[in-house]
């Protein structure tokens, strides 16, 4: 179940071109309704750390600026391959989610895509992330991979939703794993939760569980 129907999510703009800037827009609303929220309503967005994991394992920070649209940087690679682009967002305020069944929560968010650079093989990207999706292809099929603190997480619903706001559900078998059969070209996102209930304090404030929500961009041609 994943409990907020709102959410973020990342989207690249760039030529797949060594020494050529791609563009990383950070987006909020609700994907599978065409819902892309504006103005004000972005603000806390800026909560949300960008960073690039390039083919070597370095790491870079993305400077973010909002716009009325969406939050948007821009990293330039250097060689050819698989670059991870990830978001954590782990200093949000506790929340009152009793609407969402949630109780008093503290809510950690993660959004991840990945960016091809050359003619390189799409090599499975390495999850850096405590809850994290990555993606593989398997022939005509994609493979999704749910992980919880680099272990794979079993028995947990994942959210696929394609370009033309069609949503599946999938839960993942015993290898954190599902798979699905595209329909078509373009933007897919895949959208996991896991809800951690033991209680805690988080900056002065009492919570009864840690919700954890991870985004994953994907993109099929």
Same mark, same amino acid.
Request: glycine share 8%; hydrophobic share 35%; net charge neutral.
């Given at each position: ?42 603000? $806390? ?151 951690? $209930? ?24």
């Amino acid at each position: 179940m994943l409990s907020v129907a709102h959410g973020y999510w990342l989207e690249t703009k760039g030529s797949g071109k060594v020494n050529e800037p791609v563009k990383i827009l950070l987006f909020y609303g609700e994907y599978a309704s065409e819902i892309r929220e504006k103005g004000n309503k972005l603000d $806390k967005m800026a909560d949300i750390m960008v960073s690039v994991i390039d083919v070597s394992g370095n790491k870079t920070a993305i400077k973010m600026t909002q716009t009325d649209t969406h939050w948007e940087g821009f990293y330039t690679p250097t060689q050819e391959g698989n670059y991870q682009i990830l978001g954590i967002n782990d200093t949000r305020e506790v929340q009152d989610w009793h609407k969402h069944k949630l109780g008093i929560t503290r809510p950690v968010q993660f959004v991840r895509t990945n960016y091809v650079v050359g003619n390189s093989p799409q090599s499975t990207p390495k999850t850096f992330q405590f809850l994290d999706i990555v993606a593989s292809k398997q022939g005509e099929f994609i493979a999704l991979t749910a992980y919880k603190n680099n272990v794979p997480l079993d028995s947990t619903k994942i959210i696929i939703i394609n370009p033309q706001s069609w949503e599946k559900i999938k839960t993942t078998n015993e290898r954190g794993r599902v798979t699905f059969l595209p329909t078509g070209k373009g933007m897919y996102l895949a959208e996991i939760e896991w809800i951690d $209930k033991t209680p805690g304090n988080f900056k002065g404030k009492d919570y009864e569980t840690i919700r954890y929500k991870s985004e994953t961009t994907l993109i099929v041609d």
